[in-house]
T-cell receptor
């Protein structure tokens, strides 16, 4: 069965510092992987997705993620944090099999705080 | 602009009362989903619909019901059988129920108990 582990429920960085949010998944078949961002009292917005093309995926707002099959990881990075990046980030996995083909399994989320 | 509209933004339920959360999309998407979000728990799937007039239970369907009579609408009813309904509810849709298709989310409804 699919599952997602996000290491660190809270991450704090200074403005301008590197952002690294960790995501590990388990999947018995090649997965599709997504990162979403959620601002307070809002829905989720897609940051980027991995769908078996390039392993380094670039998304919106300067974020990118690298799919590493050997490590079953899909960590999210941004070279320089901005105050507006403060939000909760969710990693999700999906597999192309079963009756619920589009089913997403979410991690528990990582709250990113950016200090001035 | 195309998108997903959830209403109301805030909802209060009395003991023994059923309440219905609205979800409307104008993206012409076939698949729609309902999730429940609790702090520190991520999102959990309540119900999903791959196509109009069809829907399936997710992981936590007990105490909830849905209908899909129109392609653009997927309302969720929280029944009195749901003993712990306080949560943030999110509706999502995708072009089709395929693993490589991203889901688009509404802005959610926050349900509380009076």
């Amino acid at each position: 069965a699919q599952s997602v582990t996000q290491l660190g429920s809270h991450v704090s960085v200074s403005e301008g510092a590197l952002v690294l949010l960790r995501c590990n998944y388990s999947s018995s078949v090649p997965p599709y992987l997504f990162w979403y961002v959620q601002y307070p009292n809002q829905g989720l917005q897609l940051l980027l997705k991995y769908t078996s093309a390039a392993t380094l995926v670039k998304g919106i707002n300067g974020f990118e993620a690298e799919f590493k099959k050997s490590e079953t990881s899909f960590h999210l990075t941004k070279p320089s944090a901005h105050m507006s990046d403060a939000a909760e980030y969710f990693c999700a996995v999906s597999e192309d099999r079963g009756s619920t083909l589009g089913r997403l399994y979410f991690g528990r989320g990582t709250q990113l705080t950016v200090w001035p | 602009d195309g998108g997903i509209t959830q209403s109301p933004k805030y909802l209060f339920r009395k003991e023994g009362q059923n309440v219905t959360l609205s979800c409307e999309q104008n993206l012409n998407h076939d698949a729609m989903y309902w999730y429940r979000q609790d702090p520190g728990q991520g999102l959990r799937l309540i119900y999903y619909s791959q196509i109009v007039n069809d829907f399936q239970k997710g992981d936590i369907a007990e105490g909830y019901s849905v209908s899909r009579e129109k392609k653009e609408s997927f309302p969720l009813t929280v029944t009195s059988a749901q003993k712990n309904p306080t949560a943030f509810y999110l509706c999502a849709s995708s072009i089709e129920d395929r693993a490589n298709q991203p889901q688009h989310f509404g802005d959610g409804t926050r349900l509380s108990i009076l």
